[in-house]
């Protein structure tokens, strides 16, 4: 007695089921850890690219204020005024000489840009956050001078800021185009792949419903995971024929004999 066959095409999806990606269909899981994958090396090629940019943005930040500071220190008198100032103005940069108290003695830097500079001991600190859009981004050095003086010296650090804008704008712009691209063709990539499996489910279940003599159409030529299973369905499908052809002459057999 034949079983009744299941209905060939899918069931009613479950919403619960959709909400579990180990539920989601092959097709999806696919382009779905193709996409997380894509995204990861992304995300950091896109670190490694801000890093590598802010850290050479940073070193040439430093490598002006250090060229300032060896440059202005020495044109400090003992009253700190700057000896020579067109020397001092010649830098570009703006500093500043204050005394024990935090009294500014003598400033100087680019015409009409010269901000007042705040720094509570010595070393290297910003003014403001780092992307910062105000006008009052700069990088401050602070070093010591003769009679407890300190000399600081400042570089303007907008331009780097917006620099740096700019290239995270641009991965992120860059990325989500690659993201998408990528999933396209992992889609088209994992339909093409899957086709053959659809098709050999369809055949799977016409012989389910009782189609004699059919066979998985699989391509010649071809030696893949997808052509070997449907090969090894063909042999399957021949050992059931030849089993159940036996069986019919067995039972053809036995009604002979007791005639």
Excluded at 185 to 214: F, K, N, S
Excluded at 221 to 239: K, Q
Aim: charged residues 25%; aromatic residues 6%; glycine residues 10%.
């Amino acid at each position: 007695r034949r079983l009744p066959a299941r209905p060939a095409g899918p069931g009613p999806v479950n919403p619960a089921r959709l909400a579990r990606p180990h539920s989601w269909p092959l097709r999806a899981r696919l382009v779905a850890g193709f996409s997380v994958a894509t995204l990861v090396v992304l995300v950091a090629a896109g670190a490694f690219v801000y890093w590598r940019v802010d850290f050479a943005l940073d070193r040439a930040l430093d490598t002006e204020l250090a060229h300032g500071v060896s440059t202005l220190a020495p044109l400090v008198g003992d009253d700190g005024m700057a000896r020579d100032r067109d020397a001092a103005e010649a830098v570009g940069l703006a500093w500043q000489v204050l005394d024990p108290a935090g009294t500014v003695l003598d400033r100087g830097g680019p015409a009409g840009t010269t901000p007042m500079l705040v720094s509570s001991g010595f070393g290297k600190h910003d003014v403001e956050a780092r992307l910062s859009t105000g006008r009052a981004s700069y990088r401050i050095r602070a070093v010591g001078l003769a009679h407890q003086r300190r000399l600081l010296v400042g570089v303007r650090r907008d331009r780097e800021d917006e620099a740096l804008r700019e290239l995270m704008l641009q991965l992120v712009v860059a990325g989500l185009g690659t993201l998408l691209v990528t999933a396209f063709v992992g889609d088209r990539l994992a339909r093409a792949a899957l086709r053959p499996v659809e098709r050999y489910r369809q055949q799977a279940a016409a012989i389910a419903a009782g189609a004699a003599d059919l066979r998985l159409e699989v391509p010649v030529g071809r030696d893949d995971e997808v052509t070997r299973l449907g090969h090894t369905f063909n042999d399957m499908l021949a050992g059931l024929e030849r089993a159940l052809e036996r069986e019919r002459q067995f039972v053809a057999e036995i009604g002979r004999a007791h005639v």
